[in-house]
């Protein structure tokens, strides 16, 4: 099983609210990303984290604020977004460890609106 | 100069015809490639995974790495209106890189009846 899940699949906000994306996976995969994706570009990182840990934070606004609980969730916590922060926001995991350890799975995304 | 270069197409084919898709890159310390698809409005897939040189085949597809000439590729035998998508390639260096992935921009194909 290669799945990731997120939820939800659409979200719609205004600026001033505060929300949050969840993703699970379990694979027992030991890194975790978050992606941001407009239209007809490819994937942008945005964080990972290796064995629960924050590892990459790509210089990301502190309106984006991740949060991973255990080795199978990984959160994105949204707050005062502004209308560019519209896109689709996926999660990924790989194994982080053996053969393979770099092959990244994504999840269906979430699509978000600002407003 | 962007690190991968993919050209964005798109690309149409008539059903059954092989499908040749390609990146080329600028970091030669890039090892571990990967090929995913992308349906409209879905997250990518993972297609085929190769570390360094080499060929791959899964089924229809087949993954080509030319390290020497920083060069990968992606062939589709047989190709059906279901492969409509886009082609996105990636690439990651050593692992003291973070797992990051540098995306090329993607390939949109069109498989027509």
């Known amino acids: 099983d290669t799945e990731v899940t997120q939820t939800p699949k659409h979200l719609v906000m205004g600026m001033t609210n505060k929300k949050s994306l969840k993703c699970e996976q379990h694979?027992?995969?030991?890194?975790m990303y978050w992606y941001k994706q407009k239209a007809k570009k490819p994937p942008e990182l945005m964080f990972v984290y290796s064995y629960e840990k924050l590892s990459i934070n790509e210089s990301v606004p502190s309106r984006f604020s991740p949060e991973c609980p255990n080795s199978s969730l990984l959160n994105l916590h949204l707050h005062a977004l502004q209308p560019e922060d519209s896109a689709l926001y996926l999660c990924?995991?790989?194994?982080?460890?053996?053969?393979?350890?770099?092959?990244?799975?994504f999840g269906p995304g979430t699509r978000l609106t600002v407003t | 100069q962007k690190e991968v270069e993919q050209d964005p197409g798109p690309l149409s084919v008539p059903e059954g015809a092989i499908v040749s898709l390609n990146c080329t890159y600028s970091?030669?310390?890039?090892?571990?490639f990967m090929w995913y698809r992308q349906y409209s409005r879905k997250g990518p897939e993972l297609l085929m995974y190769?570390?360094?040189?080499g060929n791959k085949e899964d089924g229809r597809f087949t993954a080509q790495v030319d390290k020497s000439s920083k060069y990968i590729s992606l062939f589709i035998r047989d190709s059906q209106p279901s492969d409509s998508a886009t082609y996105l390639c990636?690439?990651?260096?050593?692992?003291?890189?973070?797992?990051?992935?540098?995306f090329g921009t993607g390939t949109q194909l069109k498989v027509e009846l």
């Open positions: 190769t570390y360094s040189s």
């Open positions: 970091n030669s310390a890039f090892q571990y």
């Open positions: 990636a690439m990651s260096a050593d692992p003291g890189g973070g797992n990051k992935l540098t």
């Open positions: 694979m027992g995969h030991r890194a």
């Open positions: 990924a995991s790989s194994p982080g460890q053996g053969t393979g350890a770099y092959e990244q799975y």
